[in-house]
């Protein structure tokens, strides 16, 4: 145990709810319980819960891990949500909006923090997961943080150490939330830039769903990692369009979690895209996998965005078009194939700043960080 975490040992725990079971909801309340919070999970099914509180288990979806005594659940919304002083939600982005009609009565007396633990965008409106939860919930922006990096439930489950950031419009909110969510091997880094956050946690999942079809289809590492540089500059350009700082997309939400999610074989949006590689077709891919593969519906709402705001997407749409079963895997490239033959330049940064400027940028972060000290979660 840390000192910080002891010395939160000693004053009353702070009493927090997670919604959604499944893996990364218990891998997360893990790591709030492991830093010495109260944590009361919500899980649907009654012997989920059950198993969690009694056996201190998940094994469906942590085999082998083992849960801490400060955690707990129910699988009744009410009572997990009773006293919360901060509430972390990781259901699958699709099942979000609907959950959200039984969560809105619970809260309606409650200012507590709401933390976005989802990486999707919701397929019949293209909104982001905050931006649902504003909708429903009827809350000030302000209330709402989001929390994303390389984050690989398991490993973190593991206690492997890892970073993340927690992002609110509010920095207060930010700061309020990253102190909770950190102990001795997952720590938080803080940013206002919700858009950036978000969708850099919505897009590395496209990539990764890329990088699974280029494996499926046995190509090497020439093809990956050119495919990973490109998709970051996709991914920086869409971003941007809808507001994002580029900076955001080079740190732990954007490059850090492309990175961990394109290596990593527990990603299911990675084992999604090797199925597809592999000759599986999308009906047969969705019944094969048992979690959440965020970008199989992300896709078609991000190159619908992409459109309206005129960015060019390549990848994306070479992922969209082996989903459709319109492409053969085996044509997956950095671009597309019907691109005209010029040569064009290697364009790595998004707008007109150029690297000078960009490299002022993180210059001036780094000098922030510096002036305002450790006691404060720092930025990403
Ligand atoms: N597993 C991971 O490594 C990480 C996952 N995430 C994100 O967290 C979110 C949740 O993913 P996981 O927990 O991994 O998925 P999962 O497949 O392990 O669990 C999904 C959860 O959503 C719930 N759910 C699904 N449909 C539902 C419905 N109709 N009503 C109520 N609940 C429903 C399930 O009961 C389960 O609790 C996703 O947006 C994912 O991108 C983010 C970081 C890491
Ligand atoms: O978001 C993740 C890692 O940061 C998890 O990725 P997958 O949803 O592809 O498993």
């Given at each position: 145990m840390t000192p910080r975490e002891a010395s939160r040992r000693e004053a009353p725990a702070p009493r927090v709810a997670v919604l959604g079971s499944g893996s990364w909801g218990t891998t997360f309340g893990k790591v709030l319980a492991d830093g010495g919070a109260d944590v009361v999970m919500w899980a649907r099914r009654a012997e989920l819960a059950h198993e969690i509180?009694?056996?201190?288990?998940?094994s469906q979806y942590l085999p082998g891990?083992?849960?801490?005594?400060?955690?707990?659940?129910?699988?009744?919304?009410?009572?997990?949500?009773?006293?919360?002083?901060?509430?972390?939600?990781?259901i699958s982005s699709q099942a979000l909006r609907q959950n959200l009609k039984g969560v809105?009565?619970?809260?309606?007396?409650?200012?507590?923090?709401?933390?976005?633990?989802?990486?999707?965008?919701?397929?019949?409106?293209?909104?982001?997961?905050?931006?649902?939860l504003e909708q429903e919930l009827h809350c000030d922006p302000a209330r709402i943080a989001v929390a994303s990096?390389?984050?690989?439930?398991?490993e973190i489950a593991r206690e492997q150490p890892t970073a993340a950031v927690i992002s609110s419009s509010s920095q207060e909110t930010a700061e309020a939330v990253a102190r909770i969510s950190r102990n001795r091997y997952f720590r938080t880094f803080v940013n206002t830039d919700v858009i950036g956050t978000e969708?850099?946690?919505?897009?590395?999942?496209?990539?990764?769903?890329?990088?699974?079809?280029?494996?499926?289809?046995?190509?090497?590492?020439?093809?990956?990692?050119?495919?990973?540089?490109r998709g970051l500059v996709e991914m920086t350009d869409f971003a941007v369009a809808q507001g994002a700082q580029p900076?955001?997309?080079?740190?732990?939400?954007?490059?850090?979690?492309?990175?961990?999610?394109?290596?990593?074989?527990?990603?299911?949006?990675?084992?999604?895209?090797?199925?597809?590689?592999?000759?599986?077709?999308?009906?047969?891919?969705?019944?094969?996998?048992?979690?959440?593969?965020?970008?199989?519906a992300s896709v078609a709402p991000v190159l619908q965005l992409a459109r309206e705001a005129g960015v060019h997407m390549p990848i994306v749409e070479q992922v969209k078009m082996v989903l459709d079963g319109t492409m053969n895997p085996r044509d997956i490239a950095p671009h597309l194939t019907t691109d005209d033959?010029?040569?064009?330049?290697?364009?790595?940064?998004?707008?007109?700043?150029?690297?000078?400027?960009?490299?002022?940028?993180?210059f001036q972060r780094a000098l922030d960080q510096f002036r305002h000290g450790g006691g404060r979660p720092p930025r990403d």
């Open positions: 509180r009694e056996g201190k288990r998940n891990i083992n849960l801490p005594r400060g955690l707990s659940a129910t699988h009744h919304l009410a009572e997990a949500l009773d006293g919360a002083t901060q509430v972390y939600i990781a809105r009565p619970l809260l309606a007396t409650n200012d507590a923090p709401i933390v976005s633990l989802m990486k999707g965008v919701e397929k019949k409106t293209g909104l982001r997961m905050s931006q649902v990096g390389p984050n690989l439930a398991l969708f850099g946690g919505v897009l590395k999942n496209l990539i990764a769903v890329a990088i699974g079809i280029v494996d499926g289809v046995g190509y090497g590492e020439n093809t990956k990692a050119s495919i990973i540089t900076e955001t997309l080079q740190g732990l939400a954007g490059l850090g979690d492309l990175i961990a999610t394109c290596q990593s074989p527990l990603s299911r949006n990675n084992t999604a895209g090797r199925l597809l590689g592999q000759g599986y077709s999308f009906t047969e891919v969705v019944k094969q996998m048992d979690q959440t593969a965020e970008g199989l033959d010029e040569p064009t330049e290697e364009r790595t940064q998004n707008g007109s700043g150029g690297s000078g400027s960009a490299l002022r940028r993180a």
